[in-house]
């Protein structure tokens, strides 16, 4: 039955005309897959990708010019650009599929997507000051398998980031990152449509025709106007972040084309794979970078129980994640020697910053509110309808969030510089998989998620700019094992993440008070936790101990491959050129060397881009 329902599908593509039929069907394929999911439980490691035969050769899989690792947010981007060239032949390896028509429903996200084989699954190891309110006080690590990579799981939120972050970026050594140079990629890939006509757009920041759509979700919600209201009030600009200026507040752009989910497989690779040229093999686990002396040579992958191994003419790019691509690097004999060492891995380069400064924003849970305002309830039904004729509604949000502010507290020093991050979100939604694969304690789930469907609405805050280092390390020397990964969040010594958490903190119920706020009767529901019941409620103290149970990192790890000039303390230079090796770079979010004041996938877009332009231009 599911199988005739998921071949109609495909069918109903185009936004406008629809059947009842059509309705029927995505009711079934949502229905049948919500609760699929429920009952999905993740994989501990990746032995379903094991090889049949422990002992026979690799089988030749030939040469290429380009293999790129990953076809994920950076690596379906980079291989779309290489493979402009025609006589270039761009192959790329990717573990997971290609994703199935319920995955670009945008709500299946949070909801679907999460939990089901398109997430690696991973959790962090467990955590002694942080990460507190999860079972086995273990935080989850969502990463997307499948072509789109992570941006087939994400809520694709688009922001690029503050300028100082660029001038940063080039400051740490890095010619050719600051924001005149990266600014001309983010347009280059951007086909803006301004659908939110409340929202300030600054049109001379934007572009209309490339490959990646950005909209702004709608019917906009009530609650969220008031939320924009009441950032007036306190004297904030309501302005376009991604424009000239970042501190202010706006409807969010995100990465929907009439509501569908543009992940980087649907916008960029798809409509490419015409290509003769570009070759793309899914469900192929990469698990060996091959070197001659110090020059890459090719990769070994697992497809089907079967070892291939491919060489390369021109360059190996590993776009695998940051926490994949320095695990690979490490399986492959480049990284810190010493841990190396300790699991009989021959060392090729010793760069002991491979898998260090792992660094994340993150994310204040619980700051619920109740209101006397009841967003408009629709059933499944209604919401198929609207998605099927406008592209809007609830089917066409990852989440009920539609806006979001940028702030710098007083803890940032450069003006203009936003160190924290508020996003407003209904609370209608999310809450499946915040039980299931975030895996709440129920003594603070209970204390915290106290919402009425329509009724409630929760502030994320987000502090930016954190200091707390964590890493990724090897479990053993077997790349069928999942690597080990400590967030280490609120861990920094002089407790700067914590202070900007309470800023954060603070912030939210200062706006909660504005007059816009009191209109629609605003109270805090977080009730005190029962694990902190020793210090007074809504005091300092009591977010410091809260803090630990209910502040999560915010899935934008970077840093892990780290981009600089020192072969000390950077994993790749200026170009993305692994230090000391030949013919690898590294292109994902593992080199950005600093926690940015944004979301991170446009900037993966953005390394791709730029990278496959440093390329070309190499060769
Ligand atoms: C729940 C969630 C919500 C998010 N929301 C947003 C948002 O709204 N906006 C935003 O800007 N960012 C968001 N992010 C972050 C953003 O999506 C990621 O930072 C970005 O996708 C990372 O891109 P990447 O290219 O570095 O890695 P990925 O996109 O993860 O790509 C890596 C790819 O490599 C593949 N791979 C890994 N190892 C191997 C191997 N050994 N062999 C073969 N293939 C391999 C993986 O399967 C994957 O496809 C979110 C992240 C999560 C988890
Ligand atoms: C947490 O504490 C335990 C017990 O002291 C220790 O074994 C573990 O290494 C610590 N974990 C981290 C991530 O520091
Ligand atoms: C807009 O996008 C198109 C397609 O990528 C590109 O050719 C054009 O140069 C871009 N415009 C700007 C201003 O970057
Ligand atoms: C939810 O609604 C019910 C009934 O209107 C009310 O009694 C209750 O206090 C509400 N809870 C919250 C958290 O707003
Ligand atoms: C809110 O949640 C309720 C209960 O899950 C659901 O019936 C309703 O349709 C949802 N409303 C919207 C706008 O999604
Ligand atoms: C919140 O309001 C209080 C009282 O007006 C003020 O002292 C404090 O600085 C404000 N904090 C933030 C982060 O807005
Ligand atoms: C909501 O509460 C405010 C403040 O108490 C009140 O003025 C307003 O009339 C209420 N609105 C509704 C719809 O109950």
New binding site residues.
């Given amino acids: 039955m599911l199988t005739t329902l998921v071949t109609w599908i495909p069918l109903l593509q185009i936004v406008a005309a629809y059947t009842t039929c059509d309705v029927d069907a995505y009711e079934n394929l949502i229905r049948t897959r919500y609760e699929k999911s429920q009952d999905y439980t993740f994989p501990v490691d990746s032995g379903s990708h094991r090889a049949l035969s422990a002992t026979a050769a690799p089988t030749d899989f030939g040469e290429y010019d380009f293999v790129v690792i990953g076809g994920g947010s950076t690596g379906a981007v980079m291989a779309t650009r290489l493979s402009e060239v025609r006589d270039w032949k761009v192959l790329v390896i990717e573990a997971g599929r290609w994703p199935e028509k319920l995955v670009s429903i945008t709500s299946a996200s949070y909801k679907i997507n999460i939990m089901s084989d398109y997430n690696w699954g991973y959790y962090s190891v467990q955590q002694n000051n942080s990460c507190l309110g999860f079972v086995g006080n273990r935080c989850p690590l969502p990463r997307g398998k499948g072509l789109g990579g992570t941006s087939l799981l994400n809520a694709m939120i688009y922001v690029r980031g503050n300028k100082h972050d660029y001038q940063k970026w080039c400051g740490m050594g890095n010619p050719g990152w600051c924001y005149k140079d990266v600014l001309p990629y983010f347009l280059k890939s951007e086909n803006f449509h301004h659908t939110n006509k409340l929202a300030p757009v600054d049109v001379k920041y934007h572009n209309y025709s490339g490959p990646l759509w950005v909209e702004q979700p709608m019917p906009f919600h009530e609650h969220h106007k008031v939320f924009l209201k009441a950032n007036e009030q306190m004297g904030y600009k309501i302005r376009d972040i991604n424009g000239k200026e970042q501190i202010g507040a706006m409807p969010f752009q995100v990465n929907t084309k009439k509501g569908r989910r543009q992940d980087s497989g649907t916008a960029f690779l798809k409509p490419v794979l015409y290509r003769d040229n570009l070759k793309v093999m899914p469900n192929s686990l990469v698990t060996k970078i091959l070197f001659d002396g110090k020059t890459a040579t090719g990769v070994k992958f697992l497809n089907n129980g079967i070892e291939y191994k491919v060489g390369v003419r021109k360059e190996v790019i590993l776009s695998a994640g940051t926490i994949n691509s320095p695990q690979l690097l490490m399986l492959s004999g480049v990284g810190p020697a010493e841990h190396l060492k300790e699991h009989n891995i021959e060392v090729v380069a010793d760069l002991p910053a491979v898998g260090q400064s792992y660094s994340d924003h993150l994310q204040v849970h619980g700051l619920?509110f109740?209101?006397n305002i009841s967003e408009p309830t629709t059933t499944l039904r209604t919401s198929i309808e609207q998605y099927l004729t406008r592209g809007q509604g609830p089917l066409a949000e990852a989440a009920p969030t539609q806006a979001v502010g940028y702030y710098r507290t007083r803890l940032e020093k450069t003006p203009g510089y936003s160190d924290l991050e508020l996003s407003f979100q209904d609370t209608n939604d999310t809450t499946d998989a915040l039980t299931h694969y975030y895996n709440w304690k129920s003594s603070i789930s209970s204390r915290t998620s106290?919402?009425?469907a329509s009724?409630?609405f929760q502030i994320f805050a987000t502090p930016l700019h954190t200091k707390s280092l964590g890493t990724v390390r090897l479990k053993s020397a077997d790349p069928l094992d999942f690597p080990l990964v400590d967030p280490n969040i609120l861990s920094d010594k002089d407790g700067h993440d914590f202070d900007l958490a309470y800023e954060g903190i603070q912030l939210v119920l200062n706006l909660t008070q504005q007059e816009a706020f009191k209109k629609i009767d605003t109270?805090l529901?977080h009730q005190p936790l029962l694990e902190c019941s020793d210090v007074k409620f809504l005091t300092k103290d009591y977010w410091r101990c809260a803090a630990k149970y209910i502040i999560n990192h915010n899935n934008h790890p970077v840093s892990t491959c780290k981009m600089g000039p020192n072969a000390k303390k950077n994993v790749v230079d200026h170009k993305l050129k692994v230090h000391g090796i030949a013919n690898l770079r590294v292109a994902d979010a593992s080199v950005i060397p600093l926690s940015m004041s944004a979301h991170i996938n446009a900037i993966c877009y953005m390394i791709a881009d730029k990278g496959a332009d440093m390329i070309k231009a190499d060769w």
């Fill in positions: 619920v109740s209101s106290i919402v009425n009724t409630s109270k529901t």
